[in-house]
């Protein structure tokens, strides 16, 4: 029977230095997820506004702007192969 927990270890049986490989991504994703709007937004701002004369963004519609591209660009990982 084929699982959706099959490529995860229990927390319990990882070594710690599987425990620090898996903290640093953590932080990395958390950081990335915080870093990239402020990137886009800073971006948006200066091209958008200069080139194509559109309007300015916030923080919150860079957010939301980074969250809409990445459900319509992602593609699922396939773990079992």
């Given at each position: ?29 958390l950081i990335t997820f915080f870093v990239k709007p ?13 080139a194509l004369g559109l309007s300015s963004l916030t ?23």
């Amino acid at each position: 029977m084929s699982s959706i927990y099959n490529g995860y270890k229990n927390p319990a049986n990882l070594s710690e230095e599987e425990k620090n490989q898996q903290a640093l991504r953590g932080l990395g994703a958390l950081i990335t997820f915080f870093v990239k709007p402020v990137i886009v937004r800073w971006l948006w701002n200066w091209l958008g506004i200069t080139a194509l004369g559109l309007s300015s963004l916030t923080y919150l519609q860079a957010l939301a702007l980074c969250w809409l591209i990445s459900l319509l660009f992602s593609t699922q990982k396939d773990e079992s192969k």
